[in-house]
């Protein structure tokens, strides 16, 4: 029987709380790791909510505490080679160092609105530092991949989603977003050829000047023959637009067990 490259252990507790229009969610959790090193971490999470009843209006606060271990994919040979990677000396390590457990401090805020009766906005900021953060190298084109470890990153955003409830048959929801990720030399493990030690601070392929999702729906008849016209529209910054168009329609009655007649999909990327 193979013997396992890592073991973690994990505990935690949570509760919640409601005081009037306030709400306290409160946990912590524990993990104890039995890798290639061996750590471990406390993480405490709080949350605060607040309801603002005249205007539909509710407030939010969270702080959060991770432990984050080292992705177990080929994770002997990335604790071998050390700072830089193989590129280091060539064909060999330079101070092997094994990749070890990371922390990271995560807050958010946010506020959610009702507006009407049919229309809901969700508004939200991130902030996140680790230390210790993980990422993937990959070995050229291929699909192998490599965990690597940089000293670490900083990561922050904006969020915001409109949901719009059933109007005669309409839904809609527009989900936008703009995330910055910051990470920071050097980086330990990975198979880096031809590249040299990075010690400053660089911007990951996650990085996200702008990014949304746009999805619409009508389906006519809720409780009789159905009729459904669904569209979805994706674009990201340097990334150009992909929409699709779905069309249903299903002729039984309400029963238990819809049967459907006939379907057909459209899709169109640009």
């Known amino acids: 029987m193979a013997t396992p490259i890592s073991n973690n252990t994990v505990f935690f507790v949570q509760d919640t709380i409601t005081l009037g229009n306030f709400s306290v969610m409160g946990g912590v959790r524990g993990d104890v790791y039995r890798g290639l090193s061996s750590d471990s971490g406390a993480e405490p999470r709080i949350g605060i909510s607040y309801l603002f009843k005249p205007s539909s209006t509710v407030l939010r ?24 990677g193989l590129s280091a000396t060539g064909l060999g390590a330079f101070g092997a160092s094994r990749l070890t457990p990371g922390r990271r401090n995560q807050y958010q805020t946010g506020l959610q609105q009702g507006i009407g009766k049919h229309v809901v ?27 690597i470890e940089w000293r670490k990153s900083k990561i922050d955003g904006v969020s915001l989603r409109v949901n719009l409830a059933n109007v005669n048959g309409f839904t809609a929801y527009t989900v936008m977003g703009h995330t910055r990720a910051r990470f920071f030399g050097p980086e330990i493990g990975g198979l880096i050829f031809n590249s040299p030690v990075n010690n400053g601070v660089f911007r990951i392929d996650h990085d996200e000047a702008f990014e949304q999702t746009t999805n619409l729906r009508y389906q006519h008849k809720k409780d009789g ?5 669904h569209l979805a529209l994706r674009q990201r910054t340097g990334g150009g637009r992909a929409c699709r168009i779905s069309l249903l ?22």
């Open 225 to 229: 023959p159905l009729d459904l016209v």
């Open 249 to 270: 329609r299903c002729r039984s009655r309400r029963i238990n067990n819809r049967r459907l007649d006939s379907s057909v999909a459209a899709r169109s990327r640009r």
């Open 121 to 147: 906005v969700d508004a939200n900021y991130f902030w996140k530092y680790t230390r210790n953060a993980f990422d993937f190298d990959t070995l050229f084109n291929t699909p192998v991949s490599f965990p």
């Open 61 to 84: 606060l969270s702080y959060s505490r991770f432990f984050e271990t080292p992705y177990n994919e080929n994770l002997i040979l990335s604790s071998s080679t050390g700072i830089g």
